[in-house]
């Protein structure tokens, strides 16, 4: 009942998701600018899609973010066993290819959040807004177990998302207290690195997955 009102509210923010997403590009497209925010939420926009997101193609958002999680944890427990300087190598050069792996059959997924540690992660257009409605569900006091947020794209697109919540294992290389070894290997890979000084429990970000219309 209360997912039924939240994709409701989801729907009507597709319109300004779709606007920020546009904005992502460093240059902004020849002859054209972003249109300015409006104040006014009752302005005629684009017809936003309001329909439920399509059920097989979350269901499929949903495969694709589990193997995404499965697989990375699996390649990140092998890697902190040689050591987690190693892991981080591993972390630096794998996670990136195995999104791309998992990335087949009209599905793209990833990982944001909004502290990145690669600035490529950093969450902004519609996986910001997923990220806001986890966010307010801790806020709320709501745990995020089980949590997941779905909304109808533009073109038949389906976008799919999930929390990732810190467990102490993450803490080694994302708490408040990191090796002096591993703190170096950090900084050598990522200078601008924002993902330190979270606790368990905390949310940390998010798996995401776009998922095509069907052909
Ligand atoms: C061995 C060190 C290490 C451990 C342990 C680790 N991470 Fe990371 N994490 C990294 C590195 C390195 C990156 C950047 C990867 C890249 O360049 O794409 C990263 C990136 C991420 C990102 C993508 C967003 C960003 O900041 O770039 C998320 C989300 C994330 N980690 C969550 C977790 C969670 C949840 C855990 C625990 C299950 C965890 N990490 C454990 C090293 C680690």
């Known amino acids: 009942m209360s997912r039924r009102s939240?994709?409701?509210v989801v729907g009507s923010?597709?319109?300004?998701?779709?606007?920020l997403?546009?904005?992502?590009?460093?240059?902004p497209a020849p002859g054209g600018r972003a249109q300015p925010a409006s104040d006014a939420p009752a302005a005629p926009v684009a017809p936003a899609p309001s329909s439920a997101p399509d059920a097989a193609a979350v269901a499929?958002?949903?495969?694709?973010?589990?193997?995404?999680?499965?697989?990375?944890?699996?390649?990140?427990?092998?890697?902190?066993?040689?050591?987690?300087?190693?892991?981080?190598?591993v972390c630096n050069t794998q996670a990136p290819e195995i999104a791309a792996a998992v990335s087949t059959g009209g599905v793209t997924v990833g990982?944001?959040?909004?502290?990145?540690?690669?600035?490529?992660?950093?969450?902004d257009g519609w996986?910001?807004?997923?990220?806001?409605?986890?966010?307010?569900?801790?806020?709320?006091?709501?745990?995020?177990d089980g949590a997941s947020w779905s909304a109808a794209g533009p073109g038949g697109t389906t976008r799919y998302a999930e929390p990732l919540v810190i467990q102490p294992v993450c803490?080694?290389?994302?708490?408040?207290?990191?090796?002096r070894d591993v703190q170096a290997?950090?900084?050598?890979?990522?200078?601008?690195?924002?993902?330190?000084g979270y606790r368990v429990g905390e949310l940390r970000g998010l798996v995401w997955a776009e998922v095509a219309a069907a052909p």
């Open 171 to 179: 803490t080694v290389c994302h708490g408040d207290a990191i090796a």
């Open 6 to 8: 939240g994709l409701v």
């Open 127 to 144: 996986q910001a807004e997923a990220l806001a409605s986890f966010e307010a569900r801790v806020a709320a006091g709501d745990g995020l």
């Open 60 to 89: 499929r958002g949903k495969q694709a973010t589990g193997e995404l999680k499965r697989r990375l944890i699996t390649r990140l427990t092998e890697a902190m066993q040689v050591g987690t300087p190693e892991a981080i190598e």
């Open 185 to 196: 290997a950090l900084a050598a890979r990522y200078p601008d690195d924002q993902a330190t």
């Open 13 to 19: 923010v597709v319109a300004v998701s779709v606007a």
């Open 111 to 123: 990982r944001a959040t909004r502290k990145p540690r690669n600035p490529a992660n950093l969450a």
């Open 21 to 27: 997403a546009a904005c992502k590009g460093d240059a």
